[in-house]
């Protein structure tokens, strides 16, 4: 059986660095109350579009990772985040929970956009970015140990 190629080290920090520059500019709104970041059309337009590139980001860094283990096939995102937690990549409780909810919420933002309110928004924003944030250093981790 052939061996599968190494990880792109290119590819995971050029989505890192993605990563962390959708955190960035997410957190500038972690400031605002829910009428202030209701005031702009633009808050929610830029909040949608960083955190629409990080849960991308996300998915990709899990899927090539999960790409080069033998016979592990994701075929959905939530397979993605299920995977990582039980191969070791993520602590379980990260997969399990907010790697997981990630997923789903990938999947809202593609699939039923118009249905994502500017409260619920302005909520993860709030509330979720140290769960965004996680995923982040667990990718740092792995690329320091495996590259």
Known sequence: MPSRPPLDRAKIERLLLLI????????????????DFESSRDNFRIASFDLHQFLEAVMDIGSHVLSRIPG?????YKDIARLLGEHGIVPRECADGPLLKMAGYRNRMVHFDDEISIRELHGIIQNDLSDLETFSRHAKLLLAQTL
């Open 20 to 35: 962390e520059e959708s955190l960035q500019s997410l957190g500038r709104f972690k400031s605002q109350s829910l009428a």
């Open 72 to 76: 592990v096939r994701p075929e959905r």
